[in-house]
């Protein structure tokens, strides 16, 4: 057994559990180049990821979004194995790439044209979270007995 050491094993990163498996989720997602991608700010508030899927339908592909992780796989259907190469040079292959999406960042949908397909990001900025925290003094829960002082000196 091994002993994983890191830097959110400090005390003081308490909750940050999450933000470590994304980590190793960008670590693992692969280096392999396979399919080339564009990343590219289209506005203020909006992105686009193109990836270069030639030869790929709509229906070889699938988009997913898990864990704030954008997930595009690719599988073409297997050769039939009626047509006959007398060279092979275009890659037939499964991909899988992955995108660690940062909170706030929406997709909003993907179209295929001329063999890339261009997925549409758009940042979401969200409100103002604030929020008053009462701070409660165990003296004021306490009732106390109000005295009339006027009534007493009649006494």
């Given at each position: 057994?091994?002993t994983r050491l890191s830097l959110f094993d400090s005390p003081l990163?308490?909750?940050?559990?999450?933000?470590?498996?994304?980590?190793?989720?960008?670590?693992?997602?692969?280096?392999?180049?396979?399919?080339?991608?564009?990343?590219?700010?289209?506005?203020?508030?909006?992105?686009?990821?193109?990836?270069?899927?030639?030869?790929?339908?709509?229906?070889?592909?699938?988009?997913?979004?898990?864990?704030?992780?954008?997930?595009?796989?690719?599988?073409?259907?297997?050769?039939?194995?009626?047509?006959?190469?007398?060279?092979?040079?275009?890659?037939?292959?499964?991909?899988?790439?992955?995108?660690?999406?940062?909170?706030?960042?929406?997709?909003?949908?993907?179209?295929?044209?001329?063999?890339?397909?261009?997925?549409?990001?758009?940042?979401?900025?969200?409100?103002?979270?604030?929020?008053?925290?009462?701070?409660?003094?165990?003296?004021?829960?306490?009732?106390?007995?109000?005295?009339?002082?006027?009534?007493?000196?009649?006494?």
């Open positions: 057994m091994t990163f308490l909750g940050f559990d999450q933000f470590e498996q994304t980590i190793d989720r960008m670590r693992k997602s692969g280096s392999d180049g396979y399919p080339p991608y564009n990343i590219e700010q289209v506005s203020d508030t909006e992105l686009q990821i193109t990836l270069a899927v030639a030869g790929f339908t709509e229906e070889d592909l699938d988009i997913e979004i898990e864990h704030n992780q954008l997930v595009i796989k690719g599988k073409q259907q297997a050769d039939d194995g009626e047509r006959i190469f007398l060279h092979r040079g275009i890659a037939s292959r499964q991909f899988q790439r992955s995108f660690v999406l940062a909170d706030g960042i929406e997709v909003k949908g993907a179209h295929l044209d001329n063999g890339l397909l261009h997925v549409d990001l758009e940042r979401v900025l969200p409100e103002s979270s604030a929020k008053k925290i009462e701070i409660k003094s165990p003296k004021k829960d306490k009732k106390l007995k109000a005295i009339d002082v006027e009534s007493e000196k009649e006494e």
